[in-house]
Each structure stands twice: as structure tokens, then as C-alpha cells.
């Protein structure tokens, strides 16, 4: 069961700031919300975390609204090399494994950065 | 540093053989993981390991056994393997839990087919 919810795929051009929301409607109090990348025949890269208001670092920035049902990755400039999938983890409360946390990510977003 | 490495990277299987997908990590970390990832899919886990002699199930653990029996070394066994475990395996590790203010890296993957 995905414990997040992202648009399926994102199309932008380059130079342009994009903009990705994540639903997470059942993320614990102490969660901190996680974003990655990966490339085809890659594994996942961590891109940006953060736990409310908004994170910045030296790719994206990460905003996170009071209620922390949602957060947007923002990718300002975007580059033909930013062509790829995007996930959102928080941890998963809807899977019970009797002790410790359950870490899904969704299906992510595919971003596809045009000339 | 070499961080998390997965071999082998590509493998055939015919149905009813077994393997063991290894995965070592230079980091120190406590936390591994395992997830398979079908084709346009999102990351699923399969299980997880909080420490040497301490692993648990994910979401999809079935046709699939781990141990940990020291911190660097968390190898998946496939048992009888079948044409449903076909997919790309990601081992990843973290220093603690991936959703607490931690992130998680991710190894190359292994290509496994199952014919």
C-alpha cells in the first residue's frame, strides 16, 4: 500500500523552476519527509530532506506546509540531466510488521525536461 | 569510499533454482535494506535490518529469506525462484531509521530474470 501520492509524470523545459507535490496524509508527528532521484539502471539518490516550513540546499528546495499532509519539491532551472524519477518517503503506517517502521516509496514522478 | 555495493549485477535464473543476491556496505551503517523495483514501478521492500542478527519483514517478503550476521553483510536469498521475481534489487543502508532525519543510500542493483 502506497503511503504516498504523486503526479505520474511531469513534463518542463529547460531553465524552468518545476514544481512536484506529495501527498502524505497519514505521516507520523516525528516523520521527516525525504525526496530522491534516480537515473534509469540507477539506484535511488537522496536529494533534500526536511520536517516543516521549507528546507533549501544547494539542488532543490523543499517546502512542507503546517498541516504536513503534503510537501513540494521545487527544482529551480531545471536541465535536460534533471530528466528523471522523483519519489517522496515518509514512513508507511498502514502496514503493521509488529515491531518497527515500514519505509514505502510510491510510484514516483517522471520528470522529462525538454529543449 | 565504496559505499553500498551489490553483485552480481545482471543474473538469469530458470525456475526453481535458488541464489543469493550479496550486498556489503563500508559505511558503518546499523540500518539495510532490500527492495525490488518492477519495471515503471515504485520501490518496494522486502525486508530490513536494524542491526547484526536483527532483520524483519517488509511488504513483500514472501519467496525471500535475509540475515545479518555481521554490520557490513545483509545477503537475500531467493529460494525457488519464479517468473514473479523478476525485477531489479536495490540493496540501501542508513545510519538509523531512513523516515527519522537520516537518508538512505542506495546501491547499483541487480538485474534479475526469471526464465
Known amino acids: 500500500l502506497a503511503k504516498t501520492t504523486q503526479p505520474i509524470s511531469m513534463d518542463s523545459y529547460e531553465g524552468q523552476e518545476v514544481n512536484i507535490t506529495c501527498s502524505h496524509n497519514?505521516?507520523?508527528?516525528?516523520?521527516?519527509i525525504t525526496w530522491y532521484q534516480q537515473f534509469p539502471s540507477q539506484g535511488p539518490r537522496f536529494i533534500i530532506q526536511?520536517?516543516?516550513t521549507k528546507v533549501t540546499n544547494e539542488v532543490a528546495s523543499l517546502f512542507i506546509p503546517a498541516d504536513r499532509k503534503s510537501s513540494t519539491l521545487s527544482l529551480p532551472r531545471v536541465s535536460l540531466s534533471d530528466t528523471a524519477v522523483y519519489y517522496c518517503?515518509?514512513?508507511?503506517?498502514?502496514?503493521?510488521?509488529?515491531?518497527?517502521?515500514?519505509?514505502?516509496f510510491g510510484s514516483g514522478t517522471q520528470l522529462t525536461v525538454l529543449p | 569510499n565504496a559505499g553500498v555495493t551489490q553483485t552480481p549485477k545482471f543474473r538469469i535464473l530458470k525456475i526453481g533454482q535458488s541464489m543469493t543476491l550479496q550486498c556489503a556496505q563500508d559505511?558503518?551503517?546499523?540500518?539495510m535494506y532490500w527492495y525490488r523495483q518492477d519495471p515503471g514501478m515504485g520501490l518496494k521492500l522486502i525486508y530490513y535490518?536494524?542491526?547484526?542478527?536483527?532483520?524483519d519483514k517488509g511488504e513483500v517478503p514472501n519467496g525471500y529469506n535475509v540475515s545479518r550476521s555481521t554490520t557490513e553483510d545483509f545477503p537475500l536469498r531467493l529460494e525457488l525462484a519464479a517468473p514473479s521475481q523478476t525485477s531489479v534489487y536495490f540493496c540501501?543502508?542508513?545510519?538509523?531509521?531512513?523516515?527519522?532525519?537520516?537518508?538512505?543510500?542506495f546501491g547499483s542493483g541487480t538485474q534479475l530474470s526469471v526464465l
Open positions: 559505511m558503518n551503517h546499523n540500518y
Open positions: 535490518s536494524v542491526g547484526a542478527g536483527i532483520t
Open positions: 526536511g520536517y516543516k
Open positions: 540501501a543502508s542508513s545510519l538509523g531509521w531512513a523516515d527519522r532525519n537520516e537518508k538512505l543510500f
Open positions: 497519514n505521516i507520523a508527528t516525528n516523520d521527516y
Open positions: 518517503l515518509v514512513g508507511d503506517l498502514t502496514i503493521s510488521s509488529g515491531s518497527a517502521r515500514q519505509l514505502t
